[in-house]
Nanobody, 113 residues
Framework: QVQLVESGGGLVQAGGSLRLSCAASGSTFSDNAIVWHRQPPGKQREWLGRIFSDGSTIYADSVKGRFTIFRDSAKNTVYLQMNSLKPEDTAVYYC???????WGRGTQVTVSS
């Protein structure tokens, strides 16, 4: 059974950057797609982007050009690089894999103005 653990969240000023990690155990990422979501306070969960098993990526319009998803297969970890952060990016960020329908517990990102 795959387990996912997010890390790297924190408090950052607007315009700053953060890199989130999604570490997998119990399986390897090489054949698995990984999806990033976020849930702002009081709002529904939002799809951000996906990395496919071949390394290709797609992104939501709201983060395209600012966020980048990439993987380090040797570390069994997928990253979400977030640049030019805005206060509206404040949310709990989750990674998910359709391989086993597994969610991580999330990591909080707070962007101050």
């Amino acid at each position: 059974q795959v387990q996912l653990v997010e890390s790297g969240g924190g408090l950052v000023q607007a315009g700053g950057s953060l890199r989130l990690s999604c570490a997998a155990s119990g399986s390897t990422f090489s054949d698995n797609a990984i999806v990033w979501h976020r849930q702002p306070p009081g709002k529904q969960r939002e799809w951000l982007g996906r990395i496919f098993s071949d390394g290709s990526t797609i992104y939501a319009d709201s983060v395209k050009g600012r966020f980048t998803i990439f993987r380090d297969s040797a570390k069994n970890t997928v990253y979400l690089q977030m640049n030019s952060l805005k206060p509206e990016d404040t949310a709990v960020y989750y990674c998910y894999t359709p391989h086993g329908n597994v969610w991580g517990r999330g990591t909080q990102v707070t962007v101050s103005s």
